[in-house]
């Protein structure tokens, strides 16, 4: 039998479970606008240890169907996701099934626990999920390096949510180079009961360097005192080195946002930042201990706040994490 598959002994029918992370951009600079409408960026990527869970399971047709269920820290109902073709991890199945021959139809089950248009790849690791459940289920026998390949025409963060870890990217964040950081930096994640839309706080974030007159360097680059600190679990030092483009354009669309940063800094946190294009906000702690004693405070103010770690692992299938 194929590793991670399993068959349910009442009906025959085959299942792989994939779970996959969400991240943080402990550093993101941004661009100018590309001929192509995107945007360069340089980003140091972290998965943390807040999990999507994609169930792939065989099905008689030949079409992907698709169901979403929530847990823990949502900030939108699964029910604002879409369950047709411009779903992340059916397009991920789509493009494996054409280069799988033995594929078959397929159901996928997606429980959300990234917060949803959240600024955390949450979609992104649903697809990440769904391309190794699949690629299991149906025996097709892609590498890592090439499920990644694959990834690449999903979106710049679904390769990052294949392998996890820490990594650098550049270009639209899909070149990846992996980055050395074994000890566990702890964080507070506080999401909100909205999202917002990336290509909105991108071109909110053009509008502003406009109107304040910013010509962005079309090369951005990493300073590599964020890798030695991060190297070193060195989470005093990453603290002021902590670094988000993005952060005036979700502030100047979300304004509240300002005020729980505010509130995470009188909490105690090391340092705050808008996770990505936001609205979910990502606060540094000193340690395992510190996080915990944050996210009761945060909780005590009425925020929604969950403590997280990370470096955490990639896509994962059912066998090689616990239930």
Request: hydrophobic fraction near 45%; glycine fraction near 12%.
């Amino acid at each position: 039998m194929v590793p991670g598959r399993t068959v349910d002994m009442r009906t025959g029918t085959r299942s792989v479970r994939v779970r996959a992370p969400g991240k943080i951009n402990v550093s993101l600079k941004v661009g100018p606008p590309r001929e192509d409408g995107y945007h360069g960026i340089a980003s140091v990527f972290l998965a943390v240890s807040l999990y999507e869970e994609v169930t792939a399971t065989e099905t008689t047709g030949d079409g992907i169907t698709v169901t979403v269920n929530g847990q823990g820290t949502l900030n939108l109902p699964a029910a604002s996701i879409p369950l047709d073709r411009t779903n992340l991890a059916v397009r991920a199945a789509d493009l494996l099934a054409e280069v799988s021959p033995g594929r078959t139809g397929v159901h996928l089950d997606i429980t959300k626990r990234v917060p949803i248009s959240g600024g955390m790849g949450g979609g992104s690791a649903d697809a990440a999920a769904a391309l190794l459940a699949c690629d299991a289920l149906w025996g097709s026998g892609f590498s890592r390096d090439e499920l990644a390949k694959i990834a690449v025409d999903l979106g710049a963060d679904v390769p990052f949510a294949l392998v996890g870890g820490t990594a650098v990217g550049l270009g639209v964040g899909d070149q990846l180079t992996p980055a050395i950081s074994k000890t566990p930096l702890h964080w507070v994640l506080v999401t909100s009961d909205y999202g917002l839309s990336t290509p909105e706080v991108y071109r909110a974030l053009d509008e502003i360097r406009l109107r304040d007159g910013v010509i962005p360097d079309p090369q951005p680059d990493i300073d590599p005192a964020i890798l030695g600190a991060m190297r070193a679990g060195d989470a005093a030092g990453l603290a002021p080195l902590l670094h988000n483009d993005l952060q005036a354009a979700s502030l100047e669309l979300a304004p509240a946002l300002g005020d729980i940063l505010d509130t995470g800094k009188a909490a105690g946190a090391l340092a705050g930042i808008v996770s990505g294009s936001g609205p979910t906000i990502a606060f540094l702690a000193q340690s395992s201990g510190h996080a915990a004693e944050l996210e009761s405070l945060l909780g005590i103010e009425g925020l929604q706040a969950t403590s997280v770690h990370g470096p955490a692992h990639g896509a994962r299938i059912a066998t090689d994490f616990a239930a």
